[in-house]
T-cell receptor, first 111, second 114 residues
Framework: EDQVTQSPEALRLQEGESSSLNCSYT??????LFWYRQDPGKGPEFLFT???AGEEKEKERLKATLTKKESFLHITAPKPEDSATYLC????????????FGPGTRLSVLP | NAGVTQTPKFQVLKTGQSMTLQCAQD?????MYWYRQDPGMGLRLIYY???????DKGEVPNGYNVSRLNKREFSLRLESAAPSQTSVYFC?????????????FGNGTRLTVT
């Protein structure tokens, strides 16, 4: 069964303290890995899509990387406004392209 | 450009009552989805519509029905609400199912069934 797990469940950082969030997946035939940001009371907001191992994408203080088993979301010098829940999701061939979502990592950045 | 709009934002139902959650998108997307989000779990797919005129079951369809009213609108109906259906419901749209484009989400309907 295709699975997506995320760690840690929650992360608390001081402003400026860089760290990484992990998304591990077990799927047959990865087609794409997606990162989303979700603010409290809002829907997920799309950040990145990664398609193949070795690929990297950047946006402001965020950089997403992909290997054959996992993806990392690196947050460099975070600010309080980066506080949110970060979700990852995968699409794979044997799921008929349905997205499989992880449970998310809740990030808090303290000033 | 509103994107994906969901109504209502909040709803409280008694067990056995029915309701319809509304969703509309203005991005001219072909595919639309209904998910539920529960604490500690990933988003789970209830139903989807790959294109206007088609609907299919997702991972957790029991207790729900859907209607793809036109290309813009996709509604979710609870015929006889149960406490297990207390959740946050998200509608999403995609340019076209299967081409690996991202989902675009609305801001959700928070439903409590007592």
């Amino acid at each position: 069964e295709d699975q997506v797990t995320q760690s840690p469940e929650a992360l608390r950082l001081q402003e400026g303290e860089s760290s990484s969030l992990n998304c591990s997946y077990t799927v047959s035939g990865l087609r794409g890995l997606f990162w989303y940001r979700q603010d409290p009371g809002k829907g997920p907001e799309f950040l990145f899509t990664l398609y193949s191992a070795g690929e990297e994408k950047e946006k402001e203080r965020l950089k997403a990387t992909l290997t054959k088993k996992e993806s990392f979301l690196h947050i460099t010098a975070p600010k309080p406004e980066d506080s949110a829940t970060y979700l990852c999701a995968v699409t794979a061939g044997n799921y008929g392209q349905n997205f499989v979502f992880g449970p998310g990592t809740r990030l808090s950045v303290l000033p | 450009n509103a994107g994906v709009t969901q109504t209502p934002k909040f709803q409280v139902l008694k067990t056995g009552q029915s309701m319809t959650l509304q969703c509309a998108q203005d991005m001219n997307h072909n595919s639309m989805y209904w998910y539920r989000q529960d604490p500690g779990m990933g988003l789970r797919l209830i139903y989807y519509s790959a294109s206007e005129g088609t609907t299919d079951k997702g991972e957790v369809p029991n207790g729900y029905n859907v209607s793809r009213l036109n290309k813009r609108e996709f509604s979710l109906r609870l015929e006889s609400a149960a406490p297990s259906q207390t959740s946050v419901y998200f509608c999403a749209s995609e340019r076209r199912r299967g081409n690996n484009s991202p989902l675009h989400f609305g801001n959700g309907t928070r439903l409590t069934v007592t």
